[in-house]
């Protein structure tokens, strides 16, 4: 009976790190390896074409921030599980990753064996982070079950929990695409809500909901995303 394998696909700036990656995954019996590239505008593109189970970065910059590629396969609806390879220690880095999507991270520092372990894991729906990150995930889970357990916040507007987090998003400057990506809502859904708080508190515009909401809008940056949190220590 023939094994089924892990397909991954790399998108890695860092010729010598992807290149040892593609020496060492390929060398796995249980992995396959549908590509290996830099950043291009076509990177996408691949990716889908590929169809890959696990798609590695090693940029954050490109993963998380500028083209955000994690975000728009999320987007896409695209069911692929990401791990961010070479990562510096930085506890800020690591918590966008958590925000966007990303379900393995792995430090610089990591072995060859830790990498290859961490695709396996999160090929099988495991989460995997260094375990000194996992203080800070859990201060993050604390912080939302207690919001979540809060009995709804009375506002003299009368707004719901989700309007009070659109407010919020709003007065963050954001547009109608980025507080859906945020928010895990369509774009047409976010439209529809800001539609209805419009009419509900007399706004004619973005700005006037934001000044007639300034002294509800305290208490609601804790409620305006609510990330994914990683449950399991890098092995």
Known sequence: MSLERIVTFLIAENCLLREALVRVLRKKDDIAVAGAIPFSSTALEKVAAA???VVLFDSPSIALTGPRLVSRMRQAGENRKVVMVGMEEDECTFLHAVAEGVVGYVL???SAAEIVRVVRAV???EAVCPPRFSLALFRCAARDASLACRPPHKTKHGLTRREQQLVETI???LSNKEIGSRLNLSEQTVKNHIHRILRKIGAK???EVVELCQSEVGDLANVAIRT???VRGSP
């Open 205 to 207: 515009d973005r700005l």
């Open 171 to 173: 007065r963050l400057g």
């Open 123 to 125: 090929a099988a729906g």
């Open 51 to 53: 169809n890959p189970d």
């Open 108 to 110: 610089k520092d990591a």
């Open 228 to 230: 994914p949190y990683i």
